[in-house]
Protein backbone atom coordinates (compact mmCIF):
# COMPACT_ATOMS: atom_id res chain seq x y z
CA UNK A 1 0.00 0.00 0.00
CA UNK A 2 0.95 3.14 -0.54
CA UNK A 3 1.81 6.16 1.94
CA UNK A 4 -0.78 8.52 1.69
CA UNK A 5 1.55 11.50 2.16
CA UNK A 6 3.46 10.19 -0.81
CA UNK A 7 0.29 9.76 -2.80
CA UNK A 8 -0.53 13.45 -1.51
CA UNK A 9 2.69 15.19 -2.50
CA UNK A 10 2.94 12.94 -5.55
CA UNK A 11 0.06 12.94 -7.39
CA UNK A 12 1.44 13.22 -11.10
CA UNK A 13 3.43 10.28 -10.47
CA UNK A 14 0.78 7.98 -9.07
CA UNK A 15 -1.50 9.07 -11.96
CA UNK A 16 1.78 8.10 -13.99
CA UNK A 17 2.28 4.52 -12.09
CA UNK A 18 -1.62 3.93 -12.03
CA UNK A 19 -1.79 4.26 -16.15
CA UNK A 20 1.58 2.34 -16.61
CA UNK A 21 -0.43 -0.62 -14.88
CA UNK A 22 -3.49 -0.32 -17.06
CA UNK A 23 -5.58 0.52 -13.64
CA UNK A 24 -8.30 3.11 -13.37
CA UNK A 25 -8.21 4.12 -9.88
CA UNK A 26 -10.63 7.40 -9.10
CA UNK A 27 -7.43 9.48 -7.80
CA UNK A 28 -9.20 12.56 -7.86
CA UNK A 29 -11.90 11.37 -5.64
CA UNK A 30 -8.91 10.06 -2.88
CA UNK A 31 -7.65 13.55 -3.01
CA UNK A 32 -10.15 14.87 -2.69
CA UNK A 33 -11.34 13.30 0.69
CA UNK A 34 -8.05 13.97 1.81
CA UNK A 35 -7.99 17.56 1.08
CA UNK A 36 -11.15 18.11 3.47
CA UNK A 37 -9.42 15.75 5.94
CA UNK A 38 -6.29 18.21 6.12
CA UNK A 39 -8.91 20.68 6.53
CA UNK A 40 -11.08 19.65 9.44
CA UNK A 41 -7.98 18.54 11.22
CA UNK A 42 -6.65 21.88 11.13
CA UNK A 43 -10.11 22.96 12.65
CA UNK A 44 -10.02 20.89 14.74
CA UNK A 45 -6.98 21.77 16.18
CA UNK A 46 -7.55 25.48 16.46
CA UNK A 47 -10.83 24.24 18.61
CA UNK A 48 -8.56 22.18 21.10
CA UNK A 49 -6.32 24.81 21.60
CA UNK A 50 -8.93 27.36 22.24
CA UNK A 51 -10.15 24.82 24.56
CA UNK A 52 -6.85 24.55 26.49
CA UNK A 53 -6.25 28.70 26.44
CA UNK A 54 -9.46 29.01 27.83
CA UNK A 55 -9.66 25.87 30.59
CA UNK A 56 -6.24 28.09 31.72
CA UNK A 57 -8.22 31.15 31.96
CA UNK A 58 -11.47 29.61 33.36
CA UNK A 59 -9.01 28.11 36.08
CA UNK A 60 -7.72 31.88 36.77
CA UNK A 61 -10.76 33.32 37.18
CA UNK A 62 -12.06 30.58 39.53
CA UNK A 63 -8.96 30.97 41.86
CA UNK A 64 -9.67 34.84 41.55
CA UNK A 65 -13.03 34.39 42.80
CA UNK A 66 -14.07 35.27 39.52
CA UNK A 67 -17.72 33.90 37.92
CA UNK A 68 -16.44 31.67 34.80
CA UNK A 69 -19.96 30.73 33.96
CA UNK A 70 -19.91 32.44 31.00
CA UNK A 71 -16.69 30.87 29.35
CA UNK A 72 -17.84 27.51 30.41
CA UNK A 73 -20.95 27.80 28.66
CA UNK A 74 -19.19 28.84 25.60
CA UNK A 75 -16.30 25.42 26.15
CA UNK A 76 -19.53 23.43 26.15
CA UNK A 77 -20.44 24.70 22.34
CA UNK A 78 -16.56 24.21 21.29
CA UNK A 79 -16.79 20.71 22.90
CA UNK A 80 -19.71 19.76 21.04
CA UNK A 81 -18.05 20.84 17.88
CA UNK A 82 -14.93 19.10 18.53
CA UNK A 83 -16.81 15.87 19.17
CA UNK A 84 -18.38 16.45 15.83
CA UNK A 85 -15.50 17.36 13.79
CA UNK A 86 -13.61 13.95 15.37
CA UNK A 87 -16.66 11.74 14.51
CA UNK A 88 -16.52 13.01 10.82
CA UNK A 89 -13.00 12.65 10.80
CA UNK A 90 -12.93 8.85 11.51
CA UNK A 91 -16.16 8.58 8.65
CA UNK A 92 -13.37 10.76 6.32
CA UNK A 93 -10.45 8.29 7.29
CA UNK A 94 -12.54 5.34 7.06
CA UNK A 95 -13.22 6.43 3.56
CA UNK A 96 -9.68 6.88 2.51
CA UNK A 97 -8.28 4.02 4.05
CA UNK A 98 -10.46 1.67 1.57
CA UNK A 99 -9.87 3.87 -1.09
CA UNK A 100 -5.84 3.77 -1.44
CA UNK A 101 -6.37 -0.01 -1.24
CA UNK A 102 -7.44 0.76 -4.86
CA UNK A 103 -4.58 2.56 -5.39
CA UNK A 104 -1.57 -0.46 -7.18
CA UNK A 105 2.29 0.18 -6.00
CA UNK A 106 4.23 1.95 -8.44
CA UNK A 107 6.07 0.37 -11.55
CA UNK A 108 9.45 -0.17 -11.00
CA UNK A 109 11.97 2.24 -13.34
CA UNK A 110 12.80 -1.34 -15.10
CA UNK A 111 9.93 -2.34 -16.33
CA UNK A 112 8.76 -1.30 -20.13
CA UNK A 113 5.47 0.82 -19.93
CA UNK A 114 3.27 -1.31 -21.33
CA UNK A 115 3.82 -4.40 -20.78
CA UNK A 116 0.79 -5.35 -18.43
CA UNK A 117 -0.31 -8.78 -17.53
CA UNK A 118 -2.62 -8.60 -20.37
CA UNK A 119 -0.01 -7.80 -22.91
CA UNK A 120 1.78 -11.47 -21.50
CA UNK A 121 -1.19 -12.47 -22.30
CA UNK A 122 -1.24 -11.52 -25.62
CA UNK A 123 2.48 -11.77 -26.53
CA UNK A 124 2.72 -15.57 -25.35
CA UNK A 125 -0.79 -16.96 -26.67
CA UNK A 126 1.04 -15.08 -30.35
CA UNK A 127 3.74 -16.79 -30.03
CA UNK A 128 6.09 -14.07 -29.87
CA UNK A 129 7.43 -14.49 -25.93
CA UNK A 130 8.86 -17.88 -25.27
CA UNK A 131 8.00 -17.84 -21.51
CA UNK A 132 5.54 -16.66 -19.35
CA UNK A 133 5.07 -17.03 -15.33
CA UNK A 134 1.97 -17.13 -14.19
CA UNK A 135 -0.40 -19.23 -12.03
CA UNK A 136 -2.19 -22.15 -13.13
CA UNK A 137 -5.48 -20.47 -13.57
CA UNK A 138 -3.72 -19.08 -16.90
CA UNK A 139 -4.38 -22.17 -18.56
CA UNK A 140 -8.43 -20.63 -18.86
CA UNK A 141 -7.30 -17.87 -20.85
CA UNK A 142 -4.69 -19.84 -23.16
CA UNK A 143 -7.21 -22.33 -23.75
CA UNK A 144 -9.67 -19.57 -24.85
CA UNK A 145 -7.17 -17.03 -26.72
CA UNK A 146 -5.15 -20.11 -28.14
CA UNK A 147 -6.99 -23.43 -28.09
CA UNK A 148 -4.54 -25.47 -30.37
CA UNK A 149 -1.44 -23.67 -28.75
CA UNK A 150 1.51 -27.03 -27.71
CA UNK A 151 3.20 -25.59 -24.06
CA UNK A 152 4.66 -27.15 -21.50
CA UNK A 153 4.87 -25.57 -17.92
CA UNK A 154 7.72 -26.28 -15.48
CA UNK A 155 8.04 -25.90 -11.77
CA UNK A 156 9.89 -22.39 -10.81
CA UNK A 157 13.86 -22.56 -10.84
CA UNK A 158 15.75 -23.53 -7.85
CA UNK A 159 19.84 -24.07 -7.08
CA UNK A 160 21.13 -27.55 -7.60
CA UNK A 161 20.58 -28.78 -4.46
CA UNK A 162 17.82 -26.68 -3.08
CA UNK A 163 13.94 -26.92 -3.60
CA UNK A 164 11.63 -25.95 -5.63
CA UNK A 165 9.44 -23.01 -3.47
CA UNK A 166 6.47 -20.84 -4.22
CA UNK A 167 4.01 -18.54 -2.45
CA UNK A 168 0.47 -18.96 -2.22
CA UNK A 169 -2.31 -17.56 -1.60
CA UNK A 170 -6.45 -16.90 -1.20
CA UNK A 171 -9.38 -16.29 0.33
CA UNK A 172 -9.21 -16.09 4.24
CA UNK A 173 -12.07 -17.38 5.98
CA UNK A 174 -12.51 -16.03 9.78
CA UNK A 175 -14.54 -15.85 12.73
CA UNK A 176 -14.98 -12.87 14.15
CA UNK A 177 -14.58 -12.18 18.03
CA UNK A 178 -17.28 -10.79 18.48
CA UNK A 179 -19.72 -13.67 16.97
CA UNK A 180 -22.43 -14.88 19.20
CA UNK A 181 -22.50 -17.89 17.52
CA UNK A 182 -18.26 -19.36 16.95
CA UNK A 183 -19.43 -22.70 17.74
CA UNK A 184 -21.84 -22.37 14.62
CA UNK A 185 -19.00 -21.03 12.45
CA UNK A 186 -16.52 -23.31 13.13
CA UNK A 187 -18.85 -26.10 12.13
CA UNK A 188 -19.35 -24.11 8.74
CA UNK A 189 -15.44 -23.83 8.25
CA UNK A 190 -14.82 -27.04 8.99
CA UNK A 191 -18.05 -28.42 6.36
CA UNK A 192 -16.67 -25.97 3.68
CA UNK A 193 -13.19 -27.57 4.22
CA UNK A 194 -14.04 -31.07 3.46
CA UNK A 195 -12.87 -32.32 -0.31
CA UNK A 196 -16.20 -32.95 -2.04
CA UNK A 197 -17.41 -29.56 -0.50
CA UNK A 198 -14.46 -28.01 -1.18
CA UNK A 199 -13.77 -28.79 -4.68
CA UNK A 200 -17.45 -28.18 -5.07
CA UNK A 201 -17.60 -24.57 -3.94
CA UNK A 202 -13.68 -23.44 -4.93
CA UNK A 203 -13.36 -21.68 -8.45
CA UNK A 204 -10.14 -22.15 -8.25
CA UNK A 205 -7.51 -24.89 -7.26
CA UNK A 206 -9.16 -25.86 -3.62
CA UNK A 207 -7.25 -25.48 -0.19
CA UNK A 208 -8.01 -29.38 0.54
CA UNK A 209 -5.17 -31.37 -0.99
CA UNK A 210 -7.48 -34.04 -1.81
CA UNK A 211 -9.97 -31.80 -3.55
CA UNK A 212 -6.71 -29.90 -5.26
CA UNK A 213 -5.69 -33.26 -6.52
CA UNK A 214 -9.04 -33.82 -8.04
CA UNK A 215 -9.70 -30.26 -9.37
CA UNK A 216 -6.00 -30.36 -11.12
CA UNK A 217 -6.46 -33.44 -12.82
CA UNK A 218 -10.34 -32.94 -14.21
CA UNK A 219 -9.31 -29.24 -14.95
CA UNK A 220 -5.44 -28.41 -15.56
CA UNK A 221 -2.83 -29.79 -18.11
CA UNK A 222 0.10 -31.02 -15.80
CA UNK A 223 -1.76 -31.55 -13.01
CA UNK A 224 1.12 -33.11 -11.00
CA UNK A 225 3.28 -30.48 -11.96
CA UNK A 226 1.36 -28.12 -10.60
CA UNK A 227 0.66 -30.27 -7.08
CA UNK A 228 4.13 -30.77 -6.73
CA UNK A 229 4.81 -27.23 -7.00
CA UNK A 230 2.11 -26.06 -4.79
CA UNK A 231 2.80 -28.47 -1.80
CA UNK A 232 6.25 -27.16 -2.07
CA UNK A 233 4.84 -23.47 -1.37
CA UNK A 234 4.58 -21.32 1.50
CA UNK A 235 1.59 -19.36 2.71
CA UNK A 236 1.69 -15.62 1.80
CA UNK A 237 2.09 -13.78 5.36
CA UNK A 238 -0.68 -12.24 6.63
CA UNK A 239 0.30 -8.62 7.01
CA UNK A 240 -1.17 -5.26 5.53
CA UNK A 241 1.65 -4.29 3.34
CA UNK A 242 1.80 -7.66 1.47
CA UNK A 243 1.75 -5.65 -1.61
CA UNK A 244 4.96 -4.07 -0.71
CA UNK A 245 6.71 -7.48 -0.41
CA UNK A 246 4.99 -8.72 -3.77
CA UNK A 247 6.32 -5.45 -5.54
CA UNK A 248 9.86 -6.33 -4.00
CA UNK A 249 9.37 -10.30 -5.50
CA UNK A 250 8.54 -9.15 -8.91
CA UNK A 251 11.29 -6.40 -9.17
CA UNK A 252 13.68 -8.99 -8.13
CA UNK A 253 12.38 -10.89 -10.52
CA UNK A 254 12.67 -8.99 -13.21
CA UNK A 255 16.24 -7.89 -12.50
CA UNK A 256 17.36 -11.66 -12.68
CA UNK A 257 15.62 -12.02 -16.07
CA UNK A 258 17.50 -8.65 -17.40
CA UNK A 259 20.32 -9.80 -15.85
CA UNK A 260 21.26 -6.80 -13.84
CA UNK A 261 23.71 -8.95 -11.21
CA UNK A 262 24.03 -11.89 -9.68
CA UNK A 263 21.15 -14.03 -9.08
CA UNK A 264 22.63 -14.52 -5.11
CA UNK A 265 23.26 -10.99 -5.24
CA UNK A 266 19.51 -10.09 -6.48
CA UNK A 267 17.57 -12.26 -3.97
CA UNK A 268 19.80 -11.81 -0.94
CA UNK A 269 18.67 -7.97 -1.43
CA UNK A 270 15.38 -8.45 -1.65
CA UNK A 271 15.14 -10.84 1.35
CA UNK A 272 16.68 -8.05 2.99
CA UNK A 273 13.90 -5.63 2.13
CA UNK A 274 11.44 -8.46 2.59
CA UNK A 275 12.63 -8.62 6.50
CA UNK A 276 12.88 -5.22 7.25
CA UNK A 277 8.43 -5.51 6.07
CA UNK A 278 8.05 -8.05 8.01
CA UNK A 279 9.39 -6.23 11.24
Known amino acids: MLDPKFVRTNPDRVRAGVAAKGEK ?15 LLLEVDALKA ?21 KIEAMRAVAKRIKDYDEKLKDLEEKLEKLILWIPNL ?27 YGEWGQDSIAARAPN ?58 ANKEAALAFLKEKRKFPDVIYEQLTGALYRPLVPN ?38
Not at 25 to 38: C, F, G, I, N, S
Not at 53 to 60: G, L, Q
Request: cysteine-free; glycine content about 8%.
Open 25 to 39: VDLDAYLALDKERLA
Open 50 to 70: ERNRVSEEIAALVKSGGKPDE
Open 107 to 133: PHSSVPVGRSEEDAFKLFTAGQVAMFM
Open 149 to 206: MNYGIGLLPRPASGKSIGTFGGWEMAISKKSKNKDIAFKFLEYAAEASVNKAIASLTP
Open 242 to 279: YPEIAEIQRAATQAILLGQGSTKDILDDAAAKINAKLK
